[in-house]
C-alpha cells in the first residue's frame, strides 16, 4: 500500500511526485498529478484518463459489488512549542460516496478559499477522467453520537489496511 499512495495534489513536491513514480507503476500520482510523457502528444489529462481505463482493464482497481462505508482513523501528531514531543491525536470519520449537491441547495459549505488556477487544473482533470480523485473532509451533526457510536465500535477492530504517510501520519481503514 505504501508504494501506492500518495498526498494530496496540492502537497506534493516535485521531489515526492519523482519518489512516486519511482515506487510503483500503480502509483495514484500517475493519475493525480501526472508527469508528461516525453514525446506524448495527448495533454496530461488524457494520458491520465488512458491510464485510469488501463488500471480497470487490467483489475488493478475494481469496483465494490455494492455500495459501502468505510470506517477511517487518521493519527496525526500536533506540533506543540520548541522542543515538545508532539501530542499524538487521533481522528476517526469514514469514506463514503456523497451525492452531488447544487450549491445554492445550503447542503454543503465552503470552507476555504480557492485559487483559480488549482481549480482550472482539477476541472481539466475531471473532465479527461470522469473522476474526482480526492477525498473530501467535511463535518456532519451527530447530537446523540450515534455514529459516533458505530465509528468507535468499527475501529477498535484490527485495521483491514494501514498506511503512514510522508508526515508520519498513520491511515488506517
Not at 455494492?66 to 491525536?89: H, L
Amino acid at each position: 500500500l505504501e508504494k501506492v499512495v500518495t498526498q494530496p495534489y496540492d502537497k506534493i513536491s516535485p521531489e515526492m511526485r519523482a519518489r512516486y513514480y519511482a515506487a510503483s507503476p500503480y502509483n495514484f500520482v500517475r493519475l493525480i498529478l501526472r508527469q508528461a510523457t516525453p514525446g506524448s502528444s495527448q495533454t496530461i489529462y488524457c494520458e491520465a484518463a488512458a491510464e485510469l481505463q488501463n488500471w480497470i482493464e487490467q483489475r488493478t482497481l475494481v469496483s465494490e459489488g455494492e455500495p459501502a462505508i468505510y470506517p477511517y482513523v487518521q493519527e496525526y501528531a500536533v506540533p506543540g512549542e520548541p522542543g515538545e514531543t508532539p501530542r499524538r491525536k487521533q481522528r476517526r470519520g469514514f469514506v463514503a460516496l456523497l451525492r452531488l449537491e447544487d450549491y445554492s441547495a445550503g447542503v454543503v459549505h465552503r470552507h476555504e478559499e480557492t485559487l483559480s488556477g488549482p481549480k482550472a487544473d482539477r476541472m481539466e482533470l475531471l473532465k479527461a477522467t470522469r473522476c474526482n480523485f480526492g477525498q473530501i473532509f467535511m463535518l456532519y451533526s451527530d447530537p446523540k453520537g450515534e455514529i459516533e457510536s458505530l465509528l468507535r465500535k468499527e475501529t477498535k477492530a484490527k485495521p483491514w489496511q494501514q498506511v503512514t504517510d510522508d508526515y508520519q501520519s498513520t491511515h488506517s481503514m
